[in-house]
């Protein structure tokens, strides 16, 4: 094995500085960079791009220049949140099927599925392609964090459009998930914890998808907590606790 050494952050900026004299690197993203090359490939491509984006902080930041740049090549490239959402949908049906691998068959009623999955594979996208077509006819996901940070957009949707098609109505099974995606949804979250008024009324919503979202709901909150200086959210989040097992 060869030891790869991080680049050193004044050589990243310095480097970034004059590819991308408009944007700024913060934080997070800057330590990411140093360590995983791949972004730092992804960026340098962005420079003859026409993906646009002022400052990136965080981890979650890089992987959006990578969506937007898998789907410039798509004529009309897809609006970003419709993109995710179509992305959210094919990692809920892995989570549902406890598989990260999908074929045509396990696609056949989303054929647009299987369309966004052939496109986002072929090498004509360049550098940032986000499904791999194996030899079995399966496609996963090109890596594992892709998935995780797709699966926490779709989990941040369905908490504020609960009666839209989301994961947390389809699946129960996100205690499966990886701590990593909780990560992607804290940084989404305002105060990085779960808002305990996002609990739909279970007398609007049908039983088995209440049932499922309540599941996953308490399953973030376990994970992410409450705001710890905010004792009514606590109370809260208890009352809901003891109403839904009631």
Known sequence: LIGLEPIPPGLLKARLAVALPTTEITGEALDILGEVPLFYGVLMQRAGSSVSRAKIERKADLWNIWLDMASESWKPAPDRGQLLNKLGAIAALMLKERDDYLG????????????LMDHLASRKIGHCPVFVHESNGKSRFIHQAIREYVLAKNIHFGLHHPHAPNVL???ASLDYESAETYRYLQDLL????????LLPDRDKM???????????YFEALGMLGVDSEAEAELD?????????ID
């Open 104 to 115: 045509d068959n396990d696609l056949k009623n989303w054929p647009e599925l299987i369309a």
């Open 169 to 171: 109505t389809v699946s």
């Open 190 to 197: 305002p105060n990085r914890r779960i808002p305990t008024n």
């Open 206 to 216: 049908d039983p088995a998808k209440w049932n499922n979202f309540a599941r996953n």
């Open 236 to 244: 809260t989040a208890i009352a809901q606790a003891l109403d839904a």
